[in-house]
């Protein structure tokens, strides 16, 4: 049996990647990214997200799980702790499950925030609807193409 190829490790210096825009279809407010990693063999995916104060994601569902680590800032989650979600204040780390449904993600001061997706994000409408469904490879796709 031939030996298998093993998938390299990677490292990336955060400052040498300039910040891209985050596509407008999934948030508003002028959100931008920097895609750090794909892994096929996880499907999961790794981002740090630069959010000015007032901006938001549009809704969406997390497929899979998802680990959250704010740098900066102050972000409310599922509307924050008023509304039964969770409001994270820098430093401040976050674990949304399968299926976490996250209406309303917003930003009330510039903040920054590190994640891992494991599995693709599921974007809807207000009935639920997919609008997106974004999986690492569409992740990659749109960081390439910006
Ligand atoms: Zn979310």
């Known amino acids: 049996m031939e030996h298998q190829d093993q998938l390299k490790g990677r490292y ?3 400052n040498d990647n300039e910040w891209k825009p985050f ?10 990214w920097k895609l750090l990693n794909v892994s096929p063999e996880m ?14 994601f549009n809704a969406h569902i997390h ?3 998802g ?6 800032g102050h ?14 204040i820098a430093p401040g780390y ?3 499950p399968c299926n976490a449904r996250h209406d309303h993600t917003h930003f009330l001061e510039d903040s920054e925030f590190y994640m891992t997706f494991l599995g693709p994000l599921n ?5 639920g609807n997919t609008i997106a469904l974004v999986t690492w490879e569409d992740a990659q796709g749109a960081w390439e193409a910006s």
């Open 43 to 56: 499907g999961s995916w790794a981002a740090i997200f630069d959010c000015p104060k007032g901006s938001s």
């Open 94 to 96: 976050g674990y949304e």
């Open 23 to 32: 596509p407008d279809a999934l948030s508003e407010g002028g959100i931008t």
């Open 75 to 88: 972000m409310e989650v599922r509307g924050g702790h008023d509304e039964g979600g969770s409001t994270a």
């Open 63 to 65: 497929i899979g799980p």
């Open 67 to 72: 680990e959250y680590f704010l740098t900066k």
């Open 12 to 14: 990336v210096q955060i």
């Open 123 to 127: 974007f809807i409408d207000e009935e």
